[in-house]
């Protein structure tokens, strides 16, 4: 699964942890923007020049961790409340789909998948 790019947003820390390979397929940015469409319950991240309305992917942390944080408790209860499924305690996997036209990764959030939690026999 080298070539799908991944996501983890966890409501209880208020973190959205992107993988390194998902950066790869963008080209390795040094900015990105997260871009929300509520209506249809997708993510999307893209690489940006500009620093002004984007978040700063530091290469040098992602070497020692295998992925890049992002921290927003604001943001993840503005997709919990698009989320209506999703636990305020809850950790979300989503996998996404590489958008050809554009260096874009969209994720739907529809398709979510709760991890972390434990199962009992």
């Known amino acids: 699964?080298?070539?799908?790019?991944?996501?983890?947003?966890?409501?209880?820390?208020?973190?959205?942890?992107?993988?390194?390979?998902?950066?790869?397929?963008?080209?390795?940015?040094?900015?990105?923007?997260?871009l929300i469409n509520p209506k249809r319950l997708t993510l999307a991240i893209l690489p940006c020049k500009e620093q002004n309305t984007a978040n700063v992917v530091r290469w040098d942390r992602i070497a020692?961790?295998?992925s890049c944080e992002l921290y927003s408790k604001f943001l993840i209860?503005?997709?919990?409340s698009i989320c209506p499924n999703w636990k305020t305690d809850g950790k979300y996997r989503l996998y996404g789909s590489c958008?050809?036209?554009?260096p874009l990764i969209q994720f739907d959030m529809s398709f979510a998948e709760e991890v972390g939690k434990e199962i009992v026999l």
């Open 1 to 34: 699964m080298k070539n799908v790019p991944v996501i983890v947003i966890d409501s209880k820390s208020g973190r959205i942890r992107i993988h390194r390979n998902t950066l790869h397929l963008l080209g390795d940015p040094e900015y990105i923007q997260l």
């Open 77 to 80: 209860h503005q997709l919990g």
């Open 64 to 66: 020692e961790s295998k």
């Open 99 to 102: 958008i050809s036209e554009e």
